[in-house]
């Protein structure tokens, strides 16, 4: 139970960390609201390394505190949005077999995306924003690629330790 409890800490305290330094990268794509994601890293190789309900667990933890301490109510509204929506088709593809990490981590790029784009719907009220879903697809897609490869060769190193 400390081992779980100290992974859980670390693996939070990483995906802070991340999230802190992403705010220090002063790339723009163009976009409002499109960035890296780098402390989902941290969220797909839980995926890999811990129980489901654990990594459901450090998502909101991580999206709250991050959201609490880098930005404010409606990013953590959409965070969580777009982070649980990922999340659980994520799961989904992995229990299903067939998909590599990478194609795991591009699917949950998107569909965090569409999550978001859902809450920005029902906040402005208005249909208006799907005009953004390919954008934002794109956008999904060539973040998860680099987050899914970035995965992919941190969980090769962290079997290789054992």
């Known amino acids: 139970m400390g081992n779980k409890v100290a992974y859980f800490g ?19 794509f163009g976009i409002p609201g499109v960035k890296l994601g780098l402390a989902n890293l941290i969220i797909v190789t ?53 998909f590599s990490v990478i194609g795991v981590s591009i699917a949950g790029g998107t569909f965090h995306n569409i999550g978001q784009l859902v809450v920005a719907m029902l906040v402005v009220e208005t249909f208006s924003v799907i005009y953004y879903v390919p954008v934002l697809l794109l956008a999904g897609t ?12 941190l969980l090769k190193r962290l079997t290789a330790v054992k």
């Open 10 to 28: 670390v693996f939070t305290s990483l995906a802070l960390i991340f999230s802190y330094v992403e705010t220090l990268i002063p790339v723009n």
């Open 142 to 153: 060539l973040t998860g690629l680099v987050i899914g490869v970035t995965a992919n060769e």
């Open 46 to 98: 839980g995926l890999y390394k811990m129980r489901l309900s654990e990594v459901f667990l450090l998502s909101v933890v991580r999206v709250v505190l991050s959201g609490f301490i880098f930005g404010n109510y409606f990013s953590i509204l959409y965070s969580l949005a777009g982070g649980i929506l990922s999340l659980t088709v994520m799961a989904l593809l992995k229990k299903a077999g067939g």
